[in-house]
């Protein structure tokens, strides 16, 4: 039986509306097996890179009472190595999302041709890693962005989206659309963690994180408003073009549903899985579900962007 919160991102569809982010809990064939398990609506794979990765110095990833701090830096196995284990995710037959990311935007083709040819079902392509000692984040980069994306966009064989930092003013949200507009994006995920906060501990006097003299991409409760202004303003300039994934804080049905009257067609969770397991995807979608039910709504479709004007 069809769910009430089955979806589309682009053009794949899924069978339910949450998903993990790239990414805790992602990394390993392990970890992408515990996913493949769960009632995740996907199977999301961490940002892959063209070399291994062991990522920055520990400690790199710190939870607090309003959500997260982390400064991964990227570390993953290879790309080559998830080739191999592609294969081995298909057994769980759910839609499987590979993350791309670089460390010189010239990495990128390799990257695309090698995920072309594999059995993946949508590329997410990394703008916005804001740990990276010394990278900025492409997405902040407008000309980068566009030039990245006209060199980009040919050379993609799959259903694709872009992983944005947040913005924080209409000016961006408007000259980003102008850019995303001219290319078949598939989706948008809104947004990366916010990058480069602070949070100490007066008591050693002390950053939580090692990495990057402990500034890091915020999570959790903290950003879901930003989140959800990310998701509401491109939806408003995109959304009859491409899909918009909404990230940032989810940790309830209720979050979710905000996230949907905003206007994202799925939902990726992060600080929230790291904290409560796997379990989070289906027990967020059946949370979501019941106040579709409740407030009579048939499907993701009929609630999607209504938010109404105060
Ligand atoms: C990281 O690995 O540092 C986090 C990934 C990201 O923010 O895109």
Redesign the pocket.
């Known amino acids: 039986m069809m769910s009430i919160t089955t979806t589309q991102i682009g053009s794949v569809s899924l069978p339910s509306y949450v998903f993990g982010a790239s990414g805790p809990n992602c990394t390993t064939l392990e970890q992408l097996q515990i996913v493949g398990r769960s009632d995740a609506a996907a199977i999301m794979i961490k ?1 892959c890179t063209l070399e291994y990765r062991e ?1 920055n110095p520990e400690p790199r990833y710190v939870e607090v009472p309003l959500g997260s701090i ?6 993953n196995l290879g790309y080559k190595e998830y080739l191999r284990i592609i294969p081995i995710l298909k057994e769980f037959k759910k839609p499987i999302i590979a993350s791309l990311g670089v460390l010189k935007a010239s990495e990128f083709p390799t990257l695309i041709e090698a995920f072309n040819t594999a059995d993946v079902d949508f590329l997410e392509l ?1 703008f ?4 990276l000692t010394g990278k900025p984040q492409i997405g902040y980069d407008f000309e980068m962005t566009d030039s990245l994306l006209k060199e980009l966009v040919p050379l993609i064989k799959k259903p694709f989206g872009i ?1 944005l930092p947040p913005y924080f003013d209409p000016v961006h949200w408007e000259q980003a659309a102008t850019i995303f507009k001219k290319y078949p994006i598939g989706a948008l995920v809104c947004i ?2 916010i990058g480069n906060t602070l949070i100490i501990d007066p008591e050693t006097e002390q950053p939580l994180i090692k990495p990057k003299g402990g500034f890091g ?1 915020l999570g959790g409760d903290f950003v879901k408003p930003v989140a959800l202004a990310n998701v509401r303003a491109f939806s408003q300039l995109l959304g009859d073009k491409m899909s918009i994934i909404g990230v940032g804080g989810i940790k309830s049905g209720m979050d979710a549903f905000e996230f949907l009257l905003c206007g994202a067609d799925a939902v990726q969770i992060g600080t929230q899985f790291m904290k409560e397991g796997p379990e989070c995807f289906g027990r967020i979608d059946r949370e979501l579900a019941e106040i579709l039910k409740r407030k009579g709504y048939k499907s993701i479709a009929e609630a999607k962007g209504k938010l109404k004007p105060l």
């Open positions: 940002t990522g982390n400064s991964m830096g990227y570390p990394n916005s890693c804001p740990n992983k990366n963690s991409g």
